[in-house]
């Protein structure tokens, strides 16, 4: 079991190495990107992904040493005495968005015990000026402006629900997408696609989207962003993952993240 006073320490770890990620992203100023691309037409990386995870890293590091971390840019490294503790790192979600000067986009960090279960996580959106941040049966919150704010998901059954979603870099995934997206806006108005899952997840907890879903994130797209949902009272489901202790890949054909305000049967919706 994981005492209360350690879930409280890895949060106040996490929302420390998340401000350092934060941080890196703050300070461009007319700084050259450095872009490349990882693979896929629109992957894109860029100097600010590589520095802010290494602040990430360092951060973490520090006040953890025996922890494993796994991040988009460098993998999972391990301790030679792991603690049982991994970290799920993003430095920069919605790259593409940073790139274009689109202001969603944010460093997420989040920690997990040796069965998998997220403890906490913290999304810091520093164009946007939040802070999103959770721990395990302590609630979501919000920092903005000075205000705290505890999240408690979307309005059930408002009029007008907004779905949120994203597409995949590859074009079969895709094109399997969009022939799926009528039959998932069933019920819903609209569908937003902002290009951060992270945040997208985190605006279903502050009950700005009604929910989101998406298939083939990564882990690092949904670990912190999940939680927040979660802990805001939201139903969350998650791929299973080949390895919690190591982290790694999922089944890309399932589910990524899925997210509502207690309509379950919307889960359906999905082939999973």
């Known amino acids: 079991m994981n005492h209360p006073n350690l879930i409280a320490e890895l949060l106040a770890v996490a929302r420390q190495a998340a401000a350092a990620g934060a941080a890196v992203l703050a300070s461009r100023s007319g700084d050259a990107l450095d872009v490349s691309n990882k693979g896929d037409a629109g992957d894109w990386v860029t100097a600010f992904d590589v520095a802010a995870e290494n602040a990430v890293r360092q951060a973490i590091t520090a ?31 919605g ?3 940073f790139i274009r000067n689109i202001v969603y986009y944010a460093t997420s960090v989040a920690v997990a015990d040796s069965d998998g279960a ?15 941040y959770a721990a395990r049966g302590h609630g979501a919150w919000l920092e903005e402006g000075g205000r705290l704010t505890r999240l408690q998901g979307p309005v059930a059954g408002r009029a007008g629900q907004i779905l949120a979603t994203g597409f995949s870099y ?23 696609r902002l290009g951060s899952a992270a945040l997208d997840l985190c605006l279903v907890a502050d009950g700005t989207h009604d929910a989101f879903g998406e298939r083939g994130l990564n882990e690092h797209d949904y670990s912190a962003g999940a939680l927040i949902a979660e802990e805001a009272g939201c139903w969350v489901r998650r791929p299973r993952l080949n390895s919690p202790l190591d982290g790694g890949p999922t089944d890309a054909d399932r589910l990524a993240a899925w997210t509502c305000a207690g309509t379950l049967e919307l889960a359906g919706k999905f082939p999973l």
């Open 170 to 192: 590859d074009p079969g995934i895709r094109a399997e997408q969009a022939a799926l997206l009528g039959d998932l806006m069933d019920g819903f108005a609209d569908v937003r």
């Open 63 to 93: 006040a953890r040493p025996q922890d494993t971390i796994t991040g988009e840019e460098h993998g999972t490294t391990r301790p030679a005495a792991p603690s049982g503790y991994r970290w799920s790192i993003d430095p920069l979600d």
């Open 95 to 97: 790259t593409t968005n």
């Open 118 to 132: 997220w403890l906490a996580g913290v999304v810091n959106a520093p164009a946007l000026g939040r802070i999103y």
